[in-house]
């Protein structure tokens, strides 16, 4: 079958957008057509080259999407053509599927076993996972990455009890969800730092009990005089830039923990007073909230159509997949919440 996707040929270059030919199916292999794809920072970062060379250049992106199933190759019992999936890219249950290959004018483009930004994908089978078919693509995308990292993150890495504080440095999509997730499980206070005025109101939206900009405030000192001295109980940090995982880090009271979501360049390295490490304070990174897809896509969905996670106001901008270049552009720029692919009118 062939379709368009964007490809990413060279690092640190715009994406081609160009048409692909899918191969015929494999064992454990899932034909989808997208119909919704989020753009993550992980993205951003491997247009950028932020791990280093990339072995894998001409290869497709993305890993949060929401679309139909076509075709199921041999052996796949998750799901079943036009069942309505979660495109995720943590393990669920099924097969391990080999990660599909594409051709585009004679040469070979390379995918991992999730790919999202193209009008059709082949993915593993353990990367996908049925959700109700009334449910948005869109809210299917968001389930893909943004939401169960979040989530995840609030129940597994960070272990947050009722009544501790939480600051979140970066109020992207992640972002904005783990605020959402340390509202429901009571945190207090709950302190949403970014460069930009109108996140830091769709962090207020989602929960936050305080927020600071910046660019115009001392954040060390207003943290300090929102929750005292000792410093908060978890910090999460999703931007990724060294100084900023610095702050995080020295602002963590010294039993709380500091959780990485942003990723530095490969040739960045942080500076910090380890010895708290020691007497019980933790520094570490977070791989998508150690999510289990198959039993906590469905868990957030109920909660979801229930009332209870409120996603509907998360997407600040939509996009065409033609125009995925300017849609990373805003990211980059910082501005956005979570921004949208849309492969279909509807
Ligand atoms: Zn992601």
């Known amino acids: 079958m062939k379709f368009t996707a964007a490809i990413l040929e060279t690092l640190d270059a715009p994406l081609v957008l160009a048409e692909i030919e899918s191969q015929p199916l494999e064992c454990g292999q899932v034909l989808v057509r997208v119909h919704r794809s989020g753009i993550c ?49 943590r393990k669920g249950n099924g097969i391990h599927s080999k990660p599909a290959g594409y051709k585009w004018n004679g040469r070979h483009v ?18 996908v996972t049925p959700v109700p078919k009334d449910v948005p693509f869109e809210i299917a995308a968001l389930m893909g990455c943004a939401v169960t990292t979040a989530l995840g993150l609030i129940n597994n890495l960070a272990q947050v009890k ?41 962090a207020k939206e989602f929960g936050a009990t305080h927020t600071l900009n910046a660019k115009n405030c001392d954040v060390a000192a207003e943290v300090r005089k929102i929750v005292g001295p000792a410093g908060v109980d978890v910090a999460v940090e999703m931007t990724g ?21 942003g990723v530095p360049r490969h040739d960045q390295n942080i500076g910090i007073h380890s010895l708290p490490l020691h007497h019980g304070k933790v520094l570490t990174g977070c791989e998508g909230g ?12 109920r909660l979801y159509q229930r009332g209870k996670l409120a996603l509907d106001h998360l997407i600040t901008h939509r996009f065409p997949l033609a125009e995925i270049n300017t849609a990373l552009d805003k990211i980059r720029a910082g501005e956005v919440g979570r921004c949208m692919l849309t492969m279909d009118p509807t």
Not at 163 to 175: I, K, T
Not at 290 to 295: A, E, K, L, Q, S
């Open 241 to 261: 830039d060294v100084r900023v995982i610095e702050q995080a880090y020295a602002l963590t009271a010294n039993q709380g923990r500091t959780i990485l979501v």
């Open 290 to 301: 150690d999510t289990n897809p198959t039993t906590d896509i469905p868990r957030y969905m």
């Open 41 to 89: 920072g992980a993205q951003l970062n491997e247009i950028a080259g932020t791990k280093g060379p990339d072995r894998f250049l001409p290869h497709l992106l993305g890993h949060e999407g929401g679309g139909v199933v076509v075709e199921t190759g041999p052996g796949v019992t998750v799901v079943k053509p036009g069942d309505h999936v979660v495109l995720h890219w």
């Open 110 to 127: 390379n995918s991992g076993w999730v790919t999202t930004f193209s009008e059709y994908a082949v993915v593993s089978e353990n990367r």
């Open 162 to 202: 009722i009544g501790q504080s939480v600051a979140v440095f970066g109020c992207g999509g992640v972002g904005l969800n783990v605020i959402q997730g340390a509202t429901m499980v009571s945190a207090d206070p709950i302190i949403a730092i970014d460069l930009y005025d109108h996140k830091l109101a769709m």
